[in-house]
């Protein structure tokens, strides 16, 4: 026995523990087969033969588990560092996620804008007829209805065609003065080179007391600061134009960013890019919030519009097919 004990205390793993049970407790087993003496010897040795044996055993046990409750510990050890990870190490085949461009590009614009002082503002995609025609010199009937095909529920909602009806919740829960942006999607159906059912725009929506505080001027030198922050030096034209909620109205233009303003194929050889709509806010709508004695410019966006001529992406229809081949560029 003395040598199955320094067995025990020489073992390295518990398998080998395991070993030498079974070499002494197993079913042939050394021990066992002394156990197996017992049925066979005279009645008198019995009693101290069993004793005999069972101390062996309980001191066997004992020494086994000992032992084990050691190897174990030193095993689990040496699993866990082998196991461990280094989290500083550089792993080359991680798959790295990119901004979407058309996020990288909304990021920017709100960056200029919440730079010049304006908060943001947000409003509900499903609006109501009041909100997104109505109230902003929209009347039922009114042919420049027309001019957004929308999309329409059978309760008479409708998925907001701009983000204009933000102008008018705006005004409807604040009091002057306003100086509030929209970032947001919105809906018009229509599907081609240059038009997807949803897409962006930025609102922008300035207000203050007074008929005279807020003028074309402000607006003009916010417009033309904001798009050569965006773009650089570039020229700006304000072209009159018409919006229900805005009198006067404009469209604005830059000089085209690829061309220099030459003429080629993205401005139509005009030499300028069409980017926004803006005005001087409608006294009617003003009149629909119940504000008085004010005044106040309005301007509007289309950011998938900026994204294509930032990152001279042809195609609007490349931003919604989610093509890993033209996403993983934006890394
Ligand atoms: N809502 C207009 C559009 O979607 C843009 C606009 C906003 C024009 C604010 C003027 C003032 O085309």
């Known amino acids: 026995m003395t040598e199955i004990f320094s067995k025990i205390n020489?073992?390295?793993?518990?398998?080998?523990?395991?070993?030498?049970?079974?070499?002494?407790?197993?079913?042939?087993?050394?021990?066992t087969a002394r156990f197996a003496t017992l049925k066979s010897c005279k009645e008198s040795e019995k009693k101290a033969l069993a004793k005999e044996l069972n101390s062996i055993k309980i001191e066997f046990e004992k020494a086994?588990?000992?032992?084990?409750?050691?190897l174990t510990l030193k095993e689990l050890e040496a699993k866990l560092?082998?196991?461990?990870?280094?989290?500083?190490?550089?792993?080359?085949?991680?798959?790295?996620?990119?901004?979407?461009?058309?996020?990288?590009?909304?990021?920017?614009?709100?960056?200029?804008?919440?730079?010049m002082n304006f908060s943001l503002n947000v409003g509900p995609l499903v609006e109501d007829d009041f909100h997104n025609f109505e109230a902003l010199n929209l009347p039922k009937y009114h042919p420049a209805r027309n001019m957004q095909d929308t999309f329409y529920f059978k309760d008479g909602k409708l998925l907001r065609t701009h983000t204009s009806p933000v102008?008018?919740?705006?005004?409807?829960?604040?009091?002057?003065?306003?100086?509030?942006?929209?970032?947001?999607?919105?809906?018009?159906?229509d599907y081609d080179l240059t038009h997807t059912p949803?897409?962006?725009?930025?609102?922008?929506?300035?207000?203050?007391?007074?008929?005279?505080?807020?003028?074309?001027?402000?607006?003009?030198?916010?417009?033309?600061?904001?798009?050569?922050?965006?773009?650089?030096?570039?020229?700006v034209r304000f072209r009159s134009s018409f919006f229900p909620f805005t009198e006067p109205s404009a469209e604005v233009d830059m000089s085209c960013i690829f061309c220099?303003?030459?003429?080629?194929r993205v401005c139509s050889h005009t030499g300028w890019l069409e980017v926004l709509g803006c005005g001087v806010v409608d006294n009617n709508v003003f009149k629909a919030v119940g504000y008085e004695n004010v005044s106040g410019y309005a301007f509007g966006l289309g950011v998938e519009r900026f994204a294509m001529l930032m990152f001279g992406v042809p195609d609007l229809r490349a931003f919604f097919e989610s093509d890993l081949r033209i996403l993983e560029q934006f890394k």
């Open 64 to 70: 086994l588990a000992d032992k084990k409750e050691q």
């Open 260 to 264: 220099k303003g030459s003429g080629c």
């Open 198 to 235: 949803m897409f962006h725009q930025v609102e922008g929506l300035v207000v203050e007391e007074g008929r005279d505080s807020v003028s074309f001027a402000n607006l003009k030198f916010v417009l033309e600061d904001f798009l050569k922050y965006m773009f650089g030096d570039v020229k």
């Open 10 to 31: 020489q073992a390295q793993t518990t398998a080998e523990l395991e070993e030498i049970r079974v070499l002494v407790m197993g079913k042939k087993g050394s021990l």
């Open 167 to 189: 102008q008018v919740r705006t005004m409807e829960s604040q009091k002057p003065p306003i100086r509030m942006i929209c970032p947001g999607s919105v809906f018009r159906c």
């Open 81 to 115: 560092n082998a196991e461990k990870i280094d989290v500083s190490l550089f792993s080359p085949s991680s798959q790295k996620g990119a901004n979407h461009p058309v996020m990288l590009m909304l990021d920017r614009i709100v960056e200029y804008f919440v730079g």
